[in-house]
């Protein structure tokens, strides 16, 4: 006996939206700043550091101790500092003072630009510019230069890629007018020394492995942690704007 050959159809195969590998519930919002806690920091993996043998000596009074061969930060010192840090962020904001988000690692490079656009201020995504503090006007004549990408491409006769993507780096202190009154670092970038030659505040994160030498304000935490990037972008971001809120709503009175 023949065997019938299999019933084709014309409609495409329906998968239940549920069964999707995709499909991943969105994470949940950090609370206010007011309101966080131990076991936030915990959920965002902020407390793991390096191993002890790249542990450095000034980060020793942030560690609780080690634990499957790497160091463990103190969540309560994590905690405290950031509040301190929402704090003083906060209150610059109130005054009318302007912040510069600096990052050089890839994988920051667009957190940082969501940073500068969603507050409002500026964002660098590359290696420290020299002379960007110390030296301004000479060195925002220089950025100036190398955003004109149209004059670039007639002085050579050509538009090369390295030109399109430094003229990108370099679009988040495209109208930054004067020096900033913050610098928040998200990572180990190598500022030079020149915010401390400005008098110039620097909010950075610190692991186990840094030194916070040119850090005014510290955040010891876990500095491989997507997650907590996030959860600290989110508080920044809120922090910043109820310090503008709060000096638009007084202004009325």
């Not at 000596?57 to 930060?73: D, W």
């Not at 920051?108 to 420290?128: F, I, Q």
Request: proline share 10%; hydrophobic share 35%.
């Amino acid at each position: 006996s023949k065997v019938p050959p299999p019933t084709t159809t014309s409609e495409p195969l329906r998968v239940p939206p549920s069964s999707m590998p995709h499909d991943f519930p969105p994470p949940p919002l950090p609370p206010p700043p007011d309101e966080l806690n131990i076991g936030d920091l915990t959920r965002a993996r902020a407390f793991l550091g390096f191993q002890p043998r790249n542990t450095h000596q000034e980060s020793t009074r942030y560690l609780l101790g080690t634990v499957a061969g790497h160091a463990i930060i103190d969540p309560e010192e994590t905690l405290y500092s950031l509040r301190k840090v929402l704090q003083f962020v906060k209150k610059v904001s109130y005054s009318g003072g302007t912040f510069l988000f600096v990052s050089s690692q890839p994988q920051l490079a667009r957190l940082t630009r969501v940073l500068g656009e969603k507050t409002g201020h500026y964002s660098l995504v590359k290696k420290w510019i020299p002379g960007l503090l110390t030296n301004w006007e000479q060195t925002r004549k220089s950025v100036r230069a190398r955003q004109n990408v149209e004059q670039i491409a007639q002085k050579s006769g050509r538009l090369r890629q390295s030109d399109l993507l430094r003229a990108i780096d370099y679009k988040g202190i495209d109208k930054m007018v004067r020096p900033p009154d913050v610098i928040v670092r998200l990572d180990s970038t190598n500022l030079q020394g020149e915010p401390a030659a400005k008098c110039i505040p620097v909010v950075s994160v610190v692991d186990t492995s840094q030194h916070g030498r040119e850090v005014d304000y510290p955040i010891p935490a876990n500095a491989n942690s997507i997650r907590f990037y996030h959860t600290l972008s989110y508080l920044l971001v809120r922090s910043i704007k109820e310090g503008a809120e709060l000096r638009g709503d007084l202004e009325r009175f």
